[in-house]
C-alpha cells in the first residue's frame, strides 16, 4: 500500500488547515487509517483514525472536537481537517494503513505509512 501525504504548511495559532492521505487501496472496505504526528524530539502519537466503513472515527482527547477525519471513498483520500490550531499541533503529520476494518490509535496496528507532511503553527 502507497500513501502519500499532502496540505502541510503553516499557519497562525487559532487557524485552521486540511491535511490529505492520498492511497493505492483497493479494498477499502478492509481497511482503516490513521492519522498520527511527531514533533521535533518526541514520539510519534495518534491524532485520529477511521475505520473500514469510514463511519466510526476516533480521536484522542487533545483533538477531540477540532479535528475531522473524513474520506473521499471514489478518490482514495482521507483528509484530516484541524482547526484551533495550537502550539501542541506543529510536528510532521503521517498517515497509516492497518489491514484491519477496525481503528486504532496503535502505531503497531499499521503496516504501511506516507512520508509525512509538515505542520507548523507561528504567529
Known amino acids: 500500500v502507497q500513501l502519500a501525504e499532502s496540505g502541510g504548511g503553516s499557519v497562525q495559532p487559532g487557524g485552521a488547515l486540511r491535511v490529505s492521505c492520498s492511497h493505492s487501496i483497493f479494498t477499502a472496505d478492509s481497511y482503516s487509517i490513521g492519522w498520527f504526528r511527531q514533533a521535533p524530539g518526541k514520539r510519534r502519537e495518534a491524532v485520529s483514525c477511521l475505520d473500514s466503513s469510514g463511519h466510526r472515527p476516533i480521536y484522542v482527547e487533545a483533538v477531540e472536537g477540532r479535528f475531522t477525519i473524513s474520506r473521499d471513498h471514489a478518490n482514495n483520500i482521507v483528509y484530516l481537517t484541524m482547526n484551533s490550531l495550537n502550539t501542541e499541533a506543529p510536528g510532521m503529520y503521517s498517515c497509516?494503513?492497518?489491514?484491519?476494518?477496525?481503528?486504532?490509535?496503535?502505531?503497531?496496528?499499521?503496516?504501511?505509512w506516507g512520508q509525512g507532511t509538515q505542520v507548523t503553527v507561528s504567529s
Open positions: 497509516a494503513a492497518g489491514s484491519y476494518p477496525f481503528c486504532s490509535v496503535h502505531t503497531s496496528e499499521y503496516d504501511d
